[in-house]
Every structure is written in C-alpha cells, then in structure tokens.
C-alpha cells in the first residue's frame, strides 16, 4: 500500500471512528425534538436525517480550528433533522399567516410603548378575544418549537449550514452580532417566559415536565413559550 492509499485508509478509519462514537449523539437530539414534534413524526425518520449530518459532519470536521466534533456534529445533525421536518411543512399556511400578524402587533404595541405586551394588548389591537390569542400562541409554538432553536444556531436560515472551514470574518460578525441582540432581548422578556425558554432549551425538559415545575397545564407552558418566541420574532425583525 502506498502512502497516499495509507493515508486514504487511515481517514476513512477516522471519519467511521468519529461516527461510531456519536451515534448516541443523534438519538439524544433526535428524542430532544421528538418531544415537541406532532405525533405524525416518526423518530425513526428523524434519526435517519440525524445520521446523514453526522456523515456530513464526519466528512467536513478540521480538528485544526478549535471547535470540538461533538460541538460541530451537534449542529450539522439537528440542522439535517430540521431540514426534514420543514420539508415536511405540516403547518396549516393559516396558521403563519395569523403568527406573523401577532408578530406585527406585538412589534407595533412595544414600539410604541417600550414595553412587553401582553395578551389583552395584543387581542385588542387584532381585534380578537384572549382565547382566541392564546390558541394562535399555541397553535404555531406546538407546530414550529424547533424554530428558536433553528434561530440561534443560524442567523440567516435560509442558507445550509456552513462548512467548518467556511465561515468568513464578515459571517463570524453579522453571526456574533446576532447572538448579542438575541441575548439583549431575551432578558427584556418576562421572567416566565425567560425561565420557560431555559428550562426547555438550556435544561431540554420537555412540555410536561416544564408544566410539573410551574404548576400548570402543558398547554400552558406551550402558550408562554409562543408568546415569548412571537416576542423575539417582532424584536429580531430586521434579522
């Protein structure tokens, strides 16, 4: 065997080790997102787009620029996973069209008072009931949970995940400068809605289990979490 074919072996043996060692790493994401996913997601199928990240991380990762494998994969396989779950695109367009009016009220109302606004705020200004403000908070939170999380892995989300040898100055900037903001604005929330998106993205408990903590239902917690990510949407507008 030549040195070249050697060292062609010696990666592709790297590359499966690498793969090996993180198969638990799909299986914790893929049970992570399966939890807040309808019950028309198979984990199965999220695995299998879990494993495809994995692949692709194996075969991008440069262990020369500082970031861990487990750190790298971890996004290039929940990237995959949510990359097929918006393929799938099971949310009614009813249902985004009446998030991005919430989103516009809440943006007009803070804007205008410097303040959060809350549930009666907001109905009145779409001109509809509480209840009815609540279901819309829940019918797009329990539909699209993984899009905060989607947010604050990308910036700009419709671009593919880059490369780990890819990122510019100017990527790493606009990328550094978003998570500043994000965070600026995530402690202006409410103390219940910051502590709902701790516990559910820093702590991964699901619904039921944030509900045990807080005393309420899981619907509950499904309509703060809305509410808290509609929020962030109208202050990140611009983003």
Known sequence: MNTYSSAVASENRSDEQLITQNVDLVKRIAHHLIARMPASIDIDDLMQSGMVGLLEAANNFDPTLGASFETYAGIRIRGSMIDFIRKLDWTPRSVHHKYRKVAQAIHSIESETGQPANAAEVSDRLEITVDEYHKILADSSCSR?????????????????????????????????????????????????????SLYYEQELNLKEIGVVLEVTESRVCQIHGQATVRLRAAMEKW
């Open 145 to 197: 949970l993984f899009s905060l999380e989607e947010t604050l892995e990308e910036p700009t989300l419709s671009r593919p995940t880059p490369r780990s040898d890819s990122a510019t100055p100017e990527q790493e900037l606009v990328q550094s400068q978003f998570r500043e903001r994000l965070a600026r604005e995530i402690q202006k929330l409410p103390e219940r809605e910051r502590l709902v998106l």
